[in-house]
């Protein structure tokens, strides 16, 4: 992969970022700078080369995963482990004191008392920001409700600059939930500073919302709606496919309507443009067909891989070991 | 109705009338112990219809009156000194609202656990309100005074 021009600029101020970074929380992917993105992206690419690094000896880490996730916390889990820092935690809020009543103000005061900095995910819309606030350590959100998961939105922009070698003038087609989904939106605040097109493809009940198309249109970026999958897929240089959230209908009828409206499949793919690639955060439930898995235009589970390099970067810069 | 003037104190004038009550609220007006008059539907040549309120012997800051720019953008206040206009005051929208509006978002941090809301203004007209927490945006029409 060649460093593009952006990637080199931030690597020559690359001591300056890192001193920035330093003790920062990330709750929402506009608290760093588009060149501190670019900075742990070129971080990224040197722990892709060499992930296993004795930085965080005597760290710890905390994850407190007040929802269930498996690739999430795992990533950051491994991510620690490969630089030898140590773990604590829950990754259920069954196993929290958040059961006997506890506030999350309370166990956020205690456990910043613990560790060195803390990995939440929870699924009040906020929760993050507010944990940043009464911390004594940084944050890093791993999700909060249908917010915001900037680490996600920081491997998505890595996976697509190595799949389309650069991150400017892209065509990214969105599919699925694109009302209650966080990553897209993440993603759209983000590469919307590298000069976007947008093509938006979801349900009715499922449209992206306005606040994010009013976003756009202030940065004067063109963006496209349809409820057909197959409209756009041509023109994609990334189709970022997601899943129907059952966790986040209140009606389990929406839900059951919604669920199994866009499904990928290979014969879908023959038309598409040689460098189109096909990313999905994962979980998948069935809307990207088995088959396609074996394609080459299949990205989603070096996707998944690449989250590790990414948080590898985040933490190391943001408890300044690197 | 005749409303005798104040010797010392603000008169808010050019309310629109369905705000009466939330400038009332915001201000916290219930609490305060001096003469207070308010009226409302008054002809106005500027609005058509206006209310208006006097209240004796009190003065608010720059931060207190911008609260009511949310709800009574057009306001003035009028500072009255010994029955005289000493100064006119316009509201202006500030840059963040603090613990008067609840987040419209159920799903809100600040809907569960104790914590004083407070919103970004994203856009004067129409206002609109980023949550600082959950980053939801919110127009006039999702208000809701605590």
Known sequence: ????????????????????????????????????????????????????RNLLENRVVATLFFEPSTRTRL?????????????????????????KGETLKDTIKIVSNYCDLIVMRHYLEGAARYASEISLVPIVNAGDGANQHPTQTMLDMYSIYKTQGTLDNLKILMVGDLKYGRTVHSLLMAMSQFNTTFYFVSPKELMMPEEYKLYLEKLKLSYYEHTDLNEYIGEADIVYMTRVQKERFSDPLEYEKTKNVYILRSEMLKNTKPNM?????????????????????????????NGLYVRQAIITSILGVI | MQVNAIREGT?????????????????????????ITFGTNFDSQRMGKKALIKIEGVFFTQEEINKIALVAPSAKLNLIKNYEVVQKLPVSIPDKVSGIIKCYN??????????????????NHPIMLKCHFCEKVMTEEHFIFI
């Open chain 1, 1 to 52: 992969m060649y460093l593009c021009y952006a990637f080199e600029c931030v690597k020559n101020a690359a001591n300056s970022f890192a001193m920035n970074l330093k003790n920062r929380s990330l709750v929402s992917i506009t608290d760093f700078s588009k060149e501190e993105q670019l900075y742990i992206l070129s971080l990224a690419q040197d722990f892709e080369k060499n992930p296993v």
């Open chain 1, 75 to 99: 990533s950051f889990e491994s991510a620690v482990s490969r630089l030898g820092g140590k773990i604590i935690g829950f990754s259920d809020v069954a196993s929290s004191s958040m059961t």
């Open chain 1, 277 to 305: 690639r096909i990313l999905h955060p994962l979980p998948r439930v069935n809307e990207i067909d088995v088959e396609v898995d074996e394609h080459e235009k299949a990205y989603y589970f070096a996707q998944a891989q």
């Open chain 2, 11 to 35: 008169v808010i004038d050019h309310i629109p009338p369905q705000n009466l009550f939330k400038v009332i609220s915001i201000l916290n007006l219930h609490k305060i112990t001096t003469q």
């Open chain 2, 106 to 123: 159920p799903n809100c941090v600040t809907n569960h656990e104790k914590v004083t809301t407070l919103f970004h203004v994203v856009e």
